[in-house]
């Protein structure tokens, strides 16, 4: 009993006064998902660690969302919109320029329409990147006040273009691979269930974090409501992160797992709710990573086969693709 | 009493030491305002988060403030500036080559006074976007000097703007929506008084912590004084934060709203202050909120209504427009 | 007794085994200067938070500390700097083109020594600024590939410049101002030694955190040692930080300024050590101020005088000019 | 045994419910290395703070790990990749021009094919960096689209490049300098392991901290294993670190080295693993430094020379060159 309240005292408070009611739900964990979500068909984090929540009546500009959806697309779709962008804007300056006409600019060889058209297409983008050749140039007072304009349009929107190129290089985020099946198997003298993750890339991650929190539906009372609890585990955190790590929850008395089979799992709708805190070395800068197991994703009877490959000398070899490799172990 | 001294300890000393009226001051909450702000007509947090405090004697730069400015003014307000900017600069330059004299930049056709105007200024606006068509050039030592340091200080601005463009567009903010009204609403076997919030845009926000304080004013030896409660919160801190979440502080024995009815409320000037921190899992950066609800933004006898849709199987629903939506509730 | 002892867990272990003098030196508290630093004319903090220790031997590139310097040097000094560097490679690579033959610069009318070198010099400048007007150009394989090369120079050159310009703007500070003096002033039935800060920009500064030290020379068993105190203050962490904020640490039996006179302070050599942290909201980064009181810099039997202006209604006025303003106040 | 397990608490739960073998393991420190790294001739930590790890089955992007590598590299290694990619890249868009007839190239003196590929070579250079002198200039469609291109791609290219120049330039780095050798020296009534450390550099860090932990191998029930301690350190954290610092871990009843030979430590492969964190006051970053020292890289019966040189009045000089000086101390 004091494992799980003194947990809660450091995320709520535990003073209900002369309500018992009050105490007993101050008492009752929740990650935020609250109690609603009590369809069992759902999962309540995606296995990429969005979360399965839609949203309706967004105003336009929250939905889109735009600084975050340009860093967080793949790069192709990002090379894409950029290629696109600038395609468009000389488009568009093409036509200004087209439309003062052509014998504003100096330099145009080719009279025909189609002449003119690419031309003035070229010289906007030789404007927009400032890279200003000068066998065209503005020959009147409004062309050089558009390509004035343009290459100012041009500075600021490099500008962004670049940061948010940099940026996406250069953002923060943990490549933590999560095994794909998590596993019920023997522990000491007990059981436990447990998973396994590594560290994808070679930037060293230091005081690794992880907090698991199990869902599932519960009946109170006659109504069903989705009920959460932090799951103890063996070593919560550690300060250096190398290799691979098992993190392992025993099934003990306290266990909200405890005398549990993979029924009941299914039957409740059972979700292992994931948080991992780290800090990349490299840049000092936290980073997280979110994942979630099914009832359906928890191998029975299994254990993790070792990652470590110990036939050289004064080394230490991790092999990543044994990651999800497991053999069957017999419960206790 | 345990409580608040707990709370007490995290903020403060505890050690009065021998005398009793140091201990009790010790103990006196107070968030950074003071006690002197003892004027009822006003408000202590603006609704856009700001304080409601005004200074004199500030010296011009620190009034001026620029980056923080430049970081928070609005994108229109931005835009127009570097425009101004823009165009002042090339006035100047344009005065400058003019005054050398426009001989001295060759190339320009047109030679009266307003072609000659013109044609430095365009010239000006090549040189500090580095786009330098050179269809105009300077011609002279003195206006090679002038546009060599004039392509120097187009780099060093530019840079400056570019930074400040990019920097208010990934700039961390909580965009944080919260209910027009706080309401005072039955909970379990008590009252109590709940706000909603929502997270306007789909970015995930972890670890979402919130701090609620009571400002009134009190009278203590017939001296009127500000003073400052933390209200305690059935749950005050959230893991993940995908939906809406209700506020919610149960009106114990310990309250201190315990036995207020809304007329206390208005004579003592009570105002609700609220500070919430969070994560912003983008980039992994820490982001803050203010709030406050004044004594006449608290629905008396009303509850919140659902946010969600249940009615599609398998997914979840959130209905952003009914943030602000309540009912009326008959009060324990 | 609890108080002291508290502290000190959080800074070091209480663990020392069998031996008394390890327990006993473990409870030693110190703020990272060591006992050494006996000579009373010397003071620890600078007035501007740097720390008055010379170091010797220090090698060249960590003696210069570039990065560091080109951050926290003064605006005046930053643009001198740029102004030379662009100066010197302009020189250099005009000295390269000179040599190589001013002929294979096509576009340069004067072809005096004097007129080929600073038509080489301007060549040069719109090179490394991208500018490239193009009237001179370079017209052989060997100048052709030393422009190519100075363009590259150029853009990684400003690329560092443009960096630091930004980032010497967007750099988080604490711009606290402190009074000028500390005072001993009564306090409720008791004396305190106290000071004040303001916030001298109008961004916001939230969780605002102050610790100060006591650092004095004592003679411990006929030896001279310099000693730290933490002081317990009445207030040591406020939320938000509109106003003016007095630090107060009250002298109660506990204090080690327990029936200390000035003549006291100043035959130890006494120091008030400050460090200051908050978060800055404009971009939620953490900042940092120092700064330290020594002995004369207290006033004995001062009080602060108020900062606000009450005068208005419905606003608070604070007047940053009164900051030092103290007047006469009976000791208890 | 009180210090043990409360440094337990931090890092792990303490709860093992029925299974005393859980609970048995849940107390058992592991710094994130596992217990199967059991080869004495390897050490865990590499002098330059790296882990003596290898990995089997990377995937190619994550083993080229490209962001972490840029940044990481050395600076003349990365000034070689940057002229090498911008060699590569003008070769290339030269080719292509060559390709698609360099009479489409308009200014081109030199027509033969020598001539015509090192002029194609520089206007692809005066392109990428967008100087675009115009001497030479896309006279069809066809160049006229790919020079565009060109100017897109250098000005994303070198977006990236000075990105990580910045990047490189400003990345928050603890120039922690370590003593070549730890020491086991004697310490008020008993022995104490030390080593020294000081900041190489001269911009201020505040908030130090370091944990020191102790690896090494031990036979249990016929196995070996290696484990791990957490050191009780005399003062594990200090608020300024402008001098040296000495860590001190007393070596009494509680200490894991407690009765150990030079021999012990050398059967065991012993080795202390350090981890420091710190704040680096120019822009608040957290930063931190690793290091180890093996069991032979411990003087037996030497104590650190003083670094101070207290013969000027009024400051403090710290001599860097003494860092690694030590001199022979009996031991008690």
Redesign the interface.
């Known amino acids: 009993m004091?494992?799980r309240s003194t947990t809660l005292t450091?995320?709520?408070?535990l003073?209900?006064?002369?309500?018992k009611?009050?105490l007993q739900?101050?008492q009752r964990q929740?990650?935020?998902?609250?109690t609603?979500?009590n369809?069992p068909?759902?999962r309540l984090i995606n296995k990429d660690g969005?979360?399965?929540?839609?949203?309706?009546?967004?105003?336009f500009w929250?939905?889109v969302?735009l600084?975050?959806r340009l860093?967080?697309m793949s790069w192709p779709q990002f090379l894409a919109l950029?290629?696109l962008f600038?395609l468009t804007v000389?488009l568009l300056f093409a036509g200004i320029y087209l439309l003062l006409g052509a014998e504003n600019l100096?330099g145009i060889a080719d009279l025909t329409l189609y002449g003119r058209f690419?031309n003035s297409f070229?010289f906007s983008?030789?404007?927009l990147?400032?890279?200003?050749?000068?066998?065209i140039?503005?020959n009147s007072?409004i062309t050089?006040?558009i390509?004035?304009f343009e290459?100012?349009v041009?500075?600021?929107a490099?500008?962004?273009?670049?940061?948010?190129?940099?940026?996406r290089?250069?953002?923060?985020v943990a490549?933590i691979r999560f095994a794909k099946q998590a596993v019920f198997a023997p522990?000491?003298?007990?059981n436990a269930w447990m998973f396994r993750i590594i560290n994808?890339?070679?930037?060293?991650l230091?005081d690794?974090e992880v907090?698991v929190?199990l869902s599932r539906l519960e009946v109170h009372k006659g109504v069903k409501q989705r009920r959460y609890y932090t799951l103890?585990?063996?070593?919560?955190?550690?300060?250096?992160?190398?290799?691979n790590?098992t993190l392992v929850h025993?099934i003990?008395?306290?266990?909200p797992l405890h005398g549990c089979t993979p029924e009941d799992l299914a039957e409740s709708d059972a979700e292992f709710l994931i948080?991992l805190r780290a800090?990349d070395?490299?840049?000092?800068?936290?980073?997280?990573a979110r994942c979630s197991y099914r009832y359906n994703e928890v191998l029975w009877g299994h254990k993790y086969q070792?990652m470590?490959?110990?036939s050289k000398?004064?080394?230490?070899?991790?092999?990543?693709?044994l990651l999800d490799a497991t053999t069957p172990a017999a419960l206790n």
Not at 30 to 34: A, N, T, V, W, Y
Request: negative net charge.
């Open positions: 004091k494992a450091q995320s709520g408070s003073h209900g006064g002369d309500s009611l009050v739900e101050e929740d990650l935020g998902f609250g609603k979500l369809d068909l759902s969005s979360f399965n929540i839609q949203r309706a009546n967004e105003p929250d939905r969302n600084y975050n860093i967080t950029v290629g600038y000389n100096k690419w070229f983008a030789q404007t990147t400032t890279v200003g050749y000068g066998h140039y503005p007072f050089s006040t390509s004035s290459s100012l041009g500075l600021l490099f500008a962004l273009v670049t940061g948010l190129l940099y940026g290089f250069s953002r923060p490549h522990y000491l003298d007990v994808a890339r070679s930037n060293q230091i690794v907090e929190s103890n585990l063996e070593r919560k955190k550690v300060t250096f992160f190398p290799t790590w025993p003990t008395d306290e266990s948080l800090i070395d490299t840049f000092s800068q936290t980073v997280h070792p470590f490959d110990g000398q004064g080394v230490v070899t991790l092999d990543l693709n």
